[in-house]
């Protein structure tokens, strides 16, 4: 039988995301986060209201998303709690790499087989909720070949990413089985 609950934060099963954003003087932060979803050349972000990651995108457009494996745990945990504030060497902290970008200005991260370099193309604000919606094109993906089958393919079976599922790191279980859109 079912029953209507109040679970605090419904956080069904999200990829982390190490979200790359630059200030003016092009210095480079990174912060953890766990709201996303993609559609084609489109990927929307939910950031609290007052981060740092917020007025960097507000004022440069800017990003990186930067998909995190499971094996980066460590990593995430040495950061998630500076979230929203301004620390200069959060590579550092966080024992990642910085990597040049090909078409905007904040670093990637080495470590993560996955990213796509992004510009902002608008922002909703719900101050109610103290949160902000962020939508973003897409200008150019980049994958190691470590995950990829045919040239430009991520591989399922070799794509291991971090998932915040209601509050907990979780990696991913076997394949169940393949949707008939499946490249494989």
């Not at 999200?14 to 709201?35: C, E, G, Q």
């Not at 995108?57 to 094996?71: D, F, H, R, W, Y």
């Not at 910085?98 to 080495?110: D, F, I, M, N, Y």
């Amino acid at each position: 039988m079912h029953r209507e609950i109040n679970p605090g934060a419904f956080y069904y099963g999200f990829p982390v995301i190490l979200l790359s954003t630059a200030d003016k003087a092009n210095h480079t932060n990174i912060t953890p986060i766990s709201s996303s979803w993609s559609l084609g050349k489109n990927i929307v972000i939910g950031l609290v209201l007052g981060g740092k990651a917020l007025e960097n995108l507000k004022s440069t457009g800017e990003a990186v998303i930067n998909l995190v494996p499971e094996n980066l745990i460590d990593n995430i945990s040495r950061i998630e709690k500076l979230s929203g504030k301004t620390t200069p060497n959060k590579f550092e902290i966080a024992g990642l790499t910085p990597q040049e970008s090909t078409t905007v200005a904040p670093k990637r991260v080495l470590e993560c087989p996955l990213q796509a370099e992004v510009k902002v193309s608008h922002i909703t604000e719900r101050t109610e909720e103290n949160y902000a919606i962020v939508e973003f094109t897409v200008v150019a993906f980049h994958g190691q070949d470590d995950v990829l089958f045919d040239k430009d393919r991520i591989d399922p079976t070799k794509w291991k990413p971090l998932i915040y599922n209601f509050r907990h790191y979780q990696g991913l279980t076997e394949t169940k089985g393949k949707n008939f859109k499946a490249y494989s």
